[in-house]
């Protein structure tokens, strides 16, 4: 048996209660040396507008249907994924909803 220690994830959690400053904060405070995933909840109204949520360091994940939205409807959860992380190590999982984006 080799001892080769497990691989983590490590996942930082925030409710941004839909103030823009608050997920600016998160992103450009929390150290990618320290996480490999932000997960969302709450976001700004205008989290479709995706450049100005964008980040040198994070890679926005949306809800893959929130293309397909009406403009009253709300995305309320995002992944940032970080851009250390080789992007063919992941996929986005559809799912039929606003409310949720998945990876495997």
């Not at 959690?13 to 839909?18: A, E, F, H, I, V």
């Not at 709450?42 to 403009?71: C, G, M, T, V």
Request: charged residues 25%.
């Amino acid at each position: 048996m080799e001892d080769t220690p497990p691989e983590w994830i490590r996942v930082r959690d925030l409710n941004c209660r839909k103030q823009p400053e608050v997920l600016m904060s998160l992103l450009n405070d929390t150290s990618p040396s320290k996480f490999d995933i932000l997960t969302v909840q709450e976001l700004p109204y205008h989290i479709a507008a995706r450049a100005s949520f964008q980040h040198k360091d994070w890679h926005l994940i949306l809800p893959s249907n929130a293309p397909l939205r009406r403009r009253d409807q709300l995305i309320r959860s995002a992944i940032y994924i970080n851009k250390s992380i080789l992007s063919d190590s992941y996929s986005q999982i559809y799912l039929k909803s606003l409310d949720v984006a998945g990876l495997r």
